[in-house]
């Protein structure tokens, strides 16, 4: 049998497979951030389709740190009724969930806040006051509990792609001079405190994941070298799972297309392969989940195989393929999305629920 179908255990979260579904909001709660139905039928149709871990869609943990319109909020105690719905569906299918808890900083659509002053394109920030982070991190703490009231299997911190954690781990956006700011060790404070907070409120079995940068992909950004300390220093601290993704902020595309590649060819879909190898070697025993651009079955087996991953995580192939797994293992050689980002364009996001857009 593929190992791509083998059981796997992150802390004491027993997978069905090595199929993780990439956090990926629908865009579609209400305006109070609670989950719709079409929502909750989404989810249903993926622990059908047999996803192992199903990371829920970006969370709010504070009004103020929403990104967007249609974002699920876990904020306050009225949005858990629907996500324990939620949950059930799921757990009735054999899948596990957890979800993803985040503070979109300055690029909040309610209060434009993040590390320092900052502007990127539109998004013009101003700083968090020390007062202001603490009760950041006590809010990740309080939607931490909440996830286990909503009988989530394990929680994540939304660690990436230019929101609140990823600024501050960056120099690009964290220019701070106190102790949230400066070094690494300065930069990571957010994080730990996050963690710390949330592990103290969780207890020690429950599952603490983190999806995280490999690279901001930007000229002054976070970089691998920053990416595997980071990594190792939350794998030592009790980080259950290490997702690895990239890129968010101040990104040059020429970077990303070729720093974070692997030079073996079997692996070159895996578009964050080659800093993913490194980053493993830093954080071992300590699972990780890779994401971006794995499409076809015989790269999911080369990322096992070859040891670069323990979970191949993905997103748009299950926007338009939820019961992809089932596919994949009833012979399917590739996942049918092209990746054309239909699905987040500007015409759709936000306005309507999650679908793909192409025939
Ligand atoms: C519609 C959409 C929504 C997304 N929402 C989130 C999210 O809530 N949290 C997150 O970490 N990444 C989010 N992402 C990024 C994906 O999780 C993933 O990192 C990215 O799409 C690359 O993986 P893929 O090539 O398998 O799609 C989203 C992507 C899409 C297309
Ligand atoms: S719209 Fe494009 S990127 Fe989105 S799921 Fe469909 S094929 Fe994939």
Known sequence: MSKLFEPFKIGSMEIRNRFMRSATTSYWSDENGIVRPEIIRLYEGLSKGGVGLIVKGHTYVMDSGKAHVGMAGISGDHQVPKLRELTDV????GGKIVTQLNHAGYKSIVDRAGPSEYQEGDWKGRA???DEIHG???AFGEAAERTMDAEFDGVMIHGAHGYLVSQFLSRLANRRTDEYGGSLENRMRLLTEVYDEIRGRVGASFPVLIKMNCDDFSPNGFTVEDSIKVASAMAK???DLIEISGGGMGQVGELRRTRAKSDDPALSEA????HAEKIHEAINPTPMGLVNGIRTRRCMEALLEKGVTEMISMSRPFIREPDLVRNLEAGQLEATCISC?????????SKMMLMCHQE
């Open 136 to 138: 950041i991190v006590d």
């Open 90 to 93: 799921v757990h009735e299918h």
């Open 271 to 274: 578009n964050f392969a080659g």
């Open 237 to 239: 601290r009790g980080m």
């Open 341 to 349: 980002d239909a699905c987040s364009g500007r015409g759709v996001f």
């Open 128 to 130: 968090l006051t020390v």
